[in-house]
């Protein structure tokens, strides 16, 4: 199945998470099934971060939004943690500070676009400023209103830029959450995830399904477009993601750069005699 085509939210559409099935897992059976297309999908990942990378000409963010305990960690883990590092970075948006605070909301966004040839994965993003922002009314419904019309203007810009943008929302249900929070509680490697905060901020579940709906809604774009990812099955989850990264990035058309210098004239001058020639 077409994955990218199947969790693809049409620009324009309205979207109602709960209409969508988080347990989706298609006609894989199981974990073992799904890891060997993983690994398959890893490789290919591997040798087309490279060619972006020695292409130098366009970038590539990807957005990650969920829920707590919704796989975000999970997913940079298993599926992007297959890029060379060298190329690829992480960033992770937790309550802004003073310095970001004193800046307009998407400032800390920009800082940490990718640069030519390099992929950036965003751990949560600027849309916290129509989730959490919204949700505890830390600025007028007046202001975040507006940011939905802001973040598409601003992904626009950066992908007639050459940053293309892909954003997954890694769906939930609210029973599979509560299994990972418990899950968490008996594990002790775990504890450290552990925050009394995340238990209260539960209770605002439907709070939050709506500002995901309208997020979703609003901001798919041509040039920016949402993935709703059903993510009940982590093993399906990794499975989805690695496969619509791996479609996305054949599509962009890269090519190796021509060599900077005469092949030939190299091999016949340093490799023709024992020693290097030299
Ligand atoms: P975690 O991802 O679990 O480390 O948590 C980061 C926390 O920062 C989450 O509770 C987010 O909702 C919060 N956060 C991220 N961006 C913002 C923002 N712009 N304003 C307020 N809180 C935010
Ligand atoms: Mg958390």
């Avoid at 901020?201 to 709506?210: I, L």
């Amino acid at each position: 199945m077409n994955y990218s085509k199947r969790f693809l939210i049409k620009p324009g559409s309205k979207v109602k998470l709960s209409y969508i099935d988080p347990d989706f897992k298609d006609k894989h059976a199981s974990k073992k099934d799904a890891l060997k297309i993983v690994e398959r999908n890893d490789l290919r990942l591997r040798e087309l971060q490279e060619l972006l990378y020695a292409e130098h000409k366009q970038s590539l963010l990807i957005c990650l939004q969920a829920i707590d305990t919704g796989g975000k960690d999970g997913s940079i883990r298993h599926v992007l943690g297959a890029m060379n590092p060298q190329g690829c970075k992480v960033a992770s948006f937790k309550q802004p500070n003073s310095l970001e605070l004193d800046h307009d909301f998407l400032w800390r966004a920009h800082r940490d676009v990718p640069a030519k040839g390099e992929v950036t994965v965003f751990n949560r993003s600027h849309y916290e400023d129509v989730l959490v922002v919204r949700i505890h009314n830390l600025v007028p419904k007046s202001v975040w209103m507006k940011h939905y019309d802001q973040i598409n203007a601003m992904e626009k810009y950066l992908s007639e830029n050459n940053t293309h943008i892909i954003k997954f929302f890694l769906h939930i249900s609210e029973d599979e959450q509560l299994k990972r929070f418990k899950e968490r509680l008996d594990d002790p490697s775990k504890h450290w995830k552990i925050s009394e905060n995340d238990y209260i901020e539960r209770k605002r579940w439907n709070d939050y399904m709506a500002a995901f709906d309208d997020m979703l809604s609003k901001c798919s774009t041509k040039y920016a477009p949402w993935f709703v990812i059903p993510a009940n099955h982590k093993w399906f989850r990794n499975l989805a993601v690695s496969q619509i990264v791996v479609e996305y990035m054949e599509g962009l058309n890269m090519k190796s750069p021509p060599p900077s210098v005469d092949i030939d004239q190299i091999r016949k001058k340093y490799h023709a005699a024992k020693g290097g020639g030299v």
